[in-house]
C-alpha cells in the first residue's frame, strides 16, 4: 500500500474555483501538509485549452462560446482543447509522484487503467489508442485525460463522460483529433443504474491501481 488516498466529493463547481483549490492543494501536498487527494466534482459548461492547444481545435471564437453560456479558459495543463459540463465525472488527483513513480508517462497510462479498469467493472470495454492520451470504447472516445506537474506533485487529471450532453464536443475539436466521435457510459452501458455506480467504480479503481488505502473526506 502507498498510503491513504482522501476522496473529496465536491458537487458542481465553478471551473475557476475548482483550479484554484487544486493549485491550493497541490502547494500543500508540496509543503507535506495533506495526504494524495482525489476531487471529484463536475462543471458547469466550460471549454478548457491546454498547452498544446492548436488553432484549429477551437474554429469558434470565445466571444461567440460565451454568448452561448460556455466559458472558455486558458490553463496549465498539457494537451489541447476539450469540454466540461454537466454529466461528467471530473477527477483532479493530486498526488505526490514521489511516494509512488517520478514519470509522467508512467502517471498517465495508471490514469488509462484507472478509467479502463472502472469502465471494464461497469460493464464497458474501454481501451488505449496508439499515439493519444485518453480511453475509448469501440473507437469513440469516452475519457479525455490531461495533467500538470510541478516538484512531482500532479494537478487537472481526468474528465469521464457519464450522463453528459455529447452535442457541445461539436463546438471543438476535441483534443484536437480530427473526426473524433465522443460517447458517454449512459450510452455504452447495458443494465440499469450503471451511471449511478460509476463514482464508485472509479474510486474503486484508483485504489487500487495506485496501490491506496481510502480514507473518504
Known amino acids: 500500500m502507498k498510503g491513504a488516498l482522501e476522496v473529496r466529493d465536491l458537487g458542481r463547481v465553478p471551473y475557476g474555483a475548482a483550479l ?7 502547494q500543500e501536498r508540496i509543503e507535506g501538509r495533506i495526504p494524495d487527494t482525489l476531487l471529484l466534482l463536475e462543471h458547469p459548461p466550460v471549454i478548457t485549452l491546454g498547452r498544446g492547444t492548436r488553432q484549429t481545435s477551437l474554429p469558434i471564437d470565445p466571444e461567440a462560446l460565451k454568448r452561448r453560456g460556455v466559458e472558455v479558459v ?25 511516494q509512488h513513480r517520478p ?42 485525460i ?11 487529471g481526468f474528465a469521464l463522460n457519464v450522463t453528459t450532453d455529447l452535442s457541445p464536443f461539436s463546438l471543438i475539436v476535441p483534443c484536437g483529433i480530427p473526426d473524433v466521435v465522443m460517447t ?20 474503486a479503481a484508483f485504489e487500487r491501481v495506485f496501490e491506496y488505502q481510502p480514507v473518504h473526506a
Open 184 to 203: 458517454s457510459v449512459e450510452k455504452e452501458a447495458n443494465g440499469p443504474n450503471v451511471a449511478g455506480r460509476v463514482r464508485d467504480a472509479v474510486v
Open 146 to 156: 490531461g495533467i500538470h506537474v510541478r516538484q512531482w506533485v500532479t494537478w487537472h
Open 103 to 144: 514519470d509522467l508517462h508512467w502517471y498517465l497510462r495508471r490514469l488509462e487503467d484507472v478509467l479502463i479498469t472502472a469502465l471494464f467493472g461497469l460493464g464497458i470495454e474501454a481501451e488505449r489508442r496508439e499515439q493519444y492520451t485518453g480511453v475509448w470504447t469501440k473507437g469513440r472516445k469516452i475519457a479525455s
Open 20 to 26: 484554484e483549490l487544486q493549485r491550493r492543494l497541490a
Open 74 to 98: 486558458e490553463i496549465e495543463r498539457g494537451g489541447d482543447v476539450t469540454y466540461h459540463g454537466p454529466g461528467q465525472l471530473v477527477g483532479y488527483p493530486i498526488i505526490d509522484l514521489q
